[in-house]
């Protein structure tokens, strides 16, 4: 199983915009709505940030919001902070002999 | 509140053998899909192994055969059988707690595979 495609980086401004793609097939991100998204600072664990494509888990900030349209999702966060620079993997359900597949990852720079 | 704690993992000689264990608390090991995801150095994520609530186990092609995912449920403690390493082994591993979402993550341990 192919890990699923992400833009190596991404970068913006504080306050602006910005959105990561996760790209993967029919067999994945295309057929589940279990799209998930972490957040991982260096030497740390990652963080879950939105599941079932667009939910937040409690305590996560609502700048964090995902979408999915066919085989790509996307993790926006807006009003960008120094404190969203991390890295960030996407993860897609695929059947239950192998349950998760993760995106390439993606370092998100503050400029 | 849910914890997730590693240990276990260290340097080890190619062909040598491991034992990572995952200590938990805040929730019943048995009744969670449980598994172990590893992050070469520099590198992204990648499932290693799943043990669902039922027992049934579930392995990366990679490590099929050399490694084994078990639990003790009067421990609530998930354990990484690792033989037959491999420099392309070496990792952090982590140990999460998910059903079709690895939602709760543990710190991860070290495993080194050199000589």
């Known amino acids: 199983q192919s890990a699923l495609t992400q833009p190596a980086s991404v970068s913006g401004s504080p306050g602006q915009a910005i959105t990561i793609s996760c790209t993967g097939t029919?067999?994945?991100?295309?057929?589940?709505?279990?799209v998930s998204w972490y957040q991982q600072y260096p030497g740390k664990a990652p963080k879950l940030m939105i599941y079932?494509?667009?939910n937040r888990p409690s305590g996560v900030s609502d700048r964090f919001s995902g979408f999915k349209s066919g085989n790509t999702a996307s993790l926006t966060i807006s009003g960008l902070q120094a404190e969203d620079e991390a890295d960030y993997y996407c993860?897609?359900?695929?059947?239950?002999?192998?349950?998760?597949?993760f995106g390439t990852g993606t370092k998100v720079t503050v400029l | 509140e849910v914890q997730l704690v590693e240990s276990g993992g260290g340097l080890v000689q190619p062909g040598g053998s491991l034992r990572l264990s995952c200590t938990t608390s805040?929730?019943?090991?048995?009744?969670?899909?449980m598994s172990w995801v590893r992050q070469a150095p520099g590198k992204g994520l990648e499932w290693v192994s799943t043990?669902?609530?039922?027992?049934?186990?579930y392995y990366a092609d990679s490590v099929e055969g050399r490694f084994t995912i078990s639990r003790a449920d009067s421990k609530n403690t998930l354990y990484l059988h690792m033989n037959s390493l491999r420099p392309e082994d070496t990792a952090v591993y982590y140990c999460?707690?998910?059903?079709?979402?690895?939602?709760?993550w543990g710190q991860g341990t070290l495993v080194t595979v050199s000589s």
């Open positions: 999460a707690r998910g059903g079709l979402t690895p939602r709760d």
């Open positions: 805040g929730f019943i090991v048995s009744g969670n899909y």
């Open positions: 043990i669902y609530s039922g027992g049934t186990t």
């Open positions: 029919s067999r994945d991100v295309g057929g589940y709505n279990y």
């Open positions: 079932e494509v667009s």
């Open positions: 993860s897609s359900y695929i059947n239950t002999a192998t349950p998760y597949v």
